[in-house]
């Protein structure tokens, strides 16, 4: 019983979570009600607030759902790749989530973000978090990059990077290619940190 439970606490959570995403795609987010998201994911506000305090709330974990990604097969194909790889391919798969669809509601997160400031530092229980850090100590291993830096020190530079990349993104609405301009920063990156083979 108590997996099921779950199982809907869960399916409840994404609806929910799916149903802002869909109506700040379609109206001003600051006009969206409780009620509004209620009804466009089918579930009760009651059940809302069980699970989030605030839309705000919905906002913050939708932006997190990228963690969802994460699936055991993606995970176990990117594992296969060199760690450098591996890691361009998880932040590519981040910016192509952010992109395609969260898209320009990004612009919500970071509302809230600067009304209710949390820890700078990467949440080191995230399952994206975790996966940055394993590759990063595994291009270690590998004598890829410098161990002079801390791995909990360049998850937290990585995901710096992706936030000011989507940042720059949703306040220029959209207007370059995430892709490309990620391609340039991230070889700017890699740069700072790489071993020279020299």
């Known amino acids: 019983m108590e997996h099921t ?3 809907c606490s869960a399916q409840t959570r994404q609806k929910l979570i799916d149903a802002v ?3 700040a795609h ?3 987010y600051r006009t969206i009600t409780v009620q509004e998201i209620c009804q466009s994911a089918g579930v009760s506000t009651g059940s809302f607030y069980h699970q989030f ?3 705000d709330e919905v906002v913050m974990a939708a932006y997190q759902s990228v963690d969802w990604l994460l699936t055991d097969q993606f995970t176990a194909e990117n594992r296969r790749l060199p760690p450098l790889e591996a890691l361009d391919s998880l ?11 969260v898209g320009l509601v990004l612009a919500q997160y ?3 973000l600067l009304n209710h400031p949390t ?3 990467c949440d080191s229980n995230r399952p994206y978090c975790r996966e940055i850090k394993r590759i990063l100590l595994r291009a270690m291993d590998g004598g890829l990059i410098s161990r002079a830096y801390d791995p909990e020190e360049l998850t937290d530079a990585i995901m710096r990077l992706i936030r000011g ?3 720059d993104w949703v306040i220029q609405g959209g207007a370059f290619d995430l892709l490309l301009r990620y391609r340039t920063e991230f070889q700017i990156f890699l740069g700072g940190i790489r071993i020279s083979a020299e």
């Open 5 to 7: 439970q779950y199982q």
């Open 21 to 23: 995403i869909r109506l």
């Open 26 to 28: 379609l109206k001003n």
């Open 53 to 55: 305090g605030t839309k």
């Open 91 to 101: 932040l590519r798969r981040y910016l192509l989530y952010a992109r395609d669809e």
């Open 110 to 112: 970071y509302k809230v």
């Open 119 to 121: 820890p700078h530092r």
């Open 165 to 167: 990349l989507l940042f």
